[in-house]
């Protein structure tokens, strides 16, 4: 049972990681996206939203064929640094923002295309530069929106598991998630272990979710 | 059905539940390494029992061994190792006294074609230059199995666990030595010499029992009569050049 403690410690930080890095990402080209027109920006917006519509086998051997040793980008990093990314759990964090990033993009374009541009002008006006109004006005208006992006960004790296099977593998401690942890229990008709860890991520979930609606209130009420 | 709802409804129920009709439908649960050479296979029999169409079902012994403990409506079982199908016996899937032994296969150590100083003995996975072996798991991989036995007589257990990537099934071992995601794996020989332009066999591992794959039918499967027909057809002169070409020895 201590392997499904190390599995759930594995998939936080798998998560978490990911979750930061479609934080910084999909706020960025998310707020590029809801203020710039450019041709083509709907194209660039279908692409963008992929990930979270094709199947995570699919991604992941995309992310294979990408990042594997003999890919553009694994063999430059294989020649440039020494680095080898697949089977580390580093691919496991990049196969789970790949698949969770089109969830943070589409909240965060959302919830800023929301922000009442006369307010981000009115800033312009009183001398504000464009980062400070990024920062202290867009920002905060949009927050509530990029958090529930956020938050189903997390629900659905906890859970990833075909994508990260293809890069990451599945070796106890590094890369062996809860999902993929479960899978290879119940393959080895170990029960006893499918049981308590199917157990175990049914709590984090539920966490998940009780955290989700503490930080983003329900729907103003309607009789208010 | 007058309405357009209820017509609906009809037409989802009918194509989740309505069965394409076949004569005899014959569903196989085999070791992922009989991949190939049972799909050469299949038309021998479909052409010796006409109306009949065969059905694969590959993965990893003791995945397959999972799903008929579970229920999954198979007729025949072939593993690759005994241990699987003595479980099954032991759990009364499989009809014992049907139970034959009808190909044997011999475990190889092999490396990625490019790879420079191939391994020349076992021991030589201990070099620094083998960071990562790919082995199945052994929990339900049989080829694992072989391959921690084999470690753990000769004492080198210890040192490649550590190095091991596990494989859900032999053939996924083969495909990370044939991406040289891994630096060295453990396969059969007739998985090695599906890839001759990606993997080359460092050498031949001696096991410490034979290699034998044993076939059964499913107690009380759908198609008990052409399950048991179809073991004897992989026992037959007929199966025999095909299992050979592809590299399985005599049982």
């Not at chain 1, 499904?4 to 999909?26: D, E, S, Y």
């Not at chain 1, 504000?128 to 629900?155: D, H, K, M, Q």
């Not at chain 2, 199995?145 to 053939?171: D, H």
Request: charged share 15%.
């Amino acid at each position: 049972m201590d392997s499904a403690w190390i599995a759930l410690g594995l998939t936080l930080k798998v998560a978490g990681w990911a979750t930061a890095l479609n934080l910084l990402l999909g706020v960025g080209i998310g707020f590029a996206m809801a203020r710039w027109r450019f041709p083509g920006r709907d194209a660039v917006d279908a692409v963008l939203t992929l990930p979270m519509v094709m199947p995570p086998t699919v991604l992941g051997y995309y992310l294979l064929v990408l990042i594997g040793t003999h890919g553009p980008i694994g063999a430059w990093l294989l020649n440039r640094f020494g680095i080898r990314m697949i089977f580390t759990w580093q691919a496991a964090v990049i196969a789970a923002a790949v698949v969770s990033f089109p969830l943070v993009f589409k909240s965060a374009r959302a919830a800023f295309e929301n922000v009442d541009p006369q307010l981000e002008e009115a800033a312009r006006i009183l001398g504000l530069r464009e980062v400070a109004i990024f920062f202290r006005v867009s920002l905060p208006l949009a927050w509530r929106g990029i958090l529930a992006g956020l938050l189903l960004s997390f629900a659905r790296a906890l859970g990833e598991f075909g994508a990260t099977l293809m890069v990451a593998g599945s070796i106890p401690g590094k890369t062996q998630t809860l999902s993929i942890a479960v899978y290879e229990a119940v393959q080895a008709g170990q029960d006893d272990t499918a049981n308590f860890l199917v157990l175990v991520t049914s709590l984090a979930c539920v966490c998940v979710l009780l955290t989700a609606g503490r930080l983003v209130p329900g729907h103003v009420s309607p009789r208010r | 059905m007058s309405s357009l709802p209820s017509r609906v409804v009809a037409f989802v129920v009918l194509t989740l539940f309505g069965v394409a009709a076949s004569a005899a439908d014959l569903t196989v649960s085999a070791a992922a390494s009989l991949t190939n050479a049972f799909r050469e296979l299949a038309p021998l029999f479909e052409a010796a029992q006409p109306g009949t169409r065969v059905q694969f079902n590959f993965a990893a012994s003791g995945a397959l061994l999972q799903q008929i403990a579970k229920g999954a409506p198979v007729d025949v079982f072939a593993s690759a190792d005994e241990e699987t199908m003595d479980q099954a016996q032991t759990q009364g899937l499989v009809k014992a006294s049907e139970r034959r032994y009808f190909a044997s296969n011999s475990l190889v150590l092999i490396v990625p074609n490019g790879s420079t100083n191939p391994p020349s003995a076992l021991a030589d996975l201990n070099r620094p230059t083998y960071r990562r072996v790919a082995i199945g798991v052994p929990a339900s991989v049989p080829v694992g199995r072989y391959t921690k036995s084999v470690l753990e007589s000769a004492g080198l257990w210890g040192a490649v666990e550590p190095k091991m990537i596990g494989a859900q099934s032999v053939r996924q071992a083969l495909d990370y030595v044939a991406r040289a995601e891994v630096d060295a794996g453990f396969v059969y020989a007739t998985d090695a010499a599906l890839m001759p332009d990606k993997v080359k066999v460092a050498l031949t591992v001696p096991t410490p029992s034979r290699i034998l794959y044993p076939v059964a039918p499913i107690a009380g499967a759908a198609q008990s009569a052409l399950a048991e027909r179809f073991v004897a057809f992989l026992l037959s002169p007929a199966a025999r050049p095909v299992l050979a070409r592809f590299g399985f020895g005599k049982p």
